[in-house]
């Protein structure tokens, strides 16, 4: 078993920033990547950052530059640091996971959704 809690969304002003973060509890042996996806109303879910073991990440085009993901492998959380926000960002975001469990069981987990509302 593995849980996902998103924390850090709210409301603010274009042009503001947010930080989101996501801790991972449970029957975690190792997290092998994290990432950020969200979902606008009438949109179909995107992914907006991915990191990987590595360190390697990936970003949506659109936030490329005012988005920057982290992680912290001690604290099993990955962060998405979002700076000079548009209304465009306005979406439920979902914290996702990579999980291989004591289990040894490897598959992917999602949070319950973070709500970013950004104003005009």
């Known amino acids: 078993q593995v849980q996902l809690v998103e924390s850090g969304g709210g409301l603010v002003q274009a042009g503001g920033s947010l930080s989101l973060s996501c801790a991972a509890s449970g029957s975690i042996f190792s997290i092998n990547a994290m990432g950020w996806y969200r979902q606008a109303p009438g949109k179909q879910r995107e992914l907006v950052a991915h990191?990987?073991?590595?360190?390697?990440?990936n970003y949506l085009d659109s936030v490329k530059g005012r988005f920057t993901i982290s992680r912290d492998d001690a604290k099993n959380t990955v962060y998405l640091q979002m700076n000079s926000l548009k209304p465009e960002d306005t979406a439920v975001y979902y914290c996702t996971a990579e999980v291989t469990t004591k289990a040894l069981r490897t598959a992917n987990y999602w949070g319950p959704g973070t709500q970013v509302t950004v104003s005009s």
């Open positions: 990191i990987r073991g590595g360190g390697n990440t």
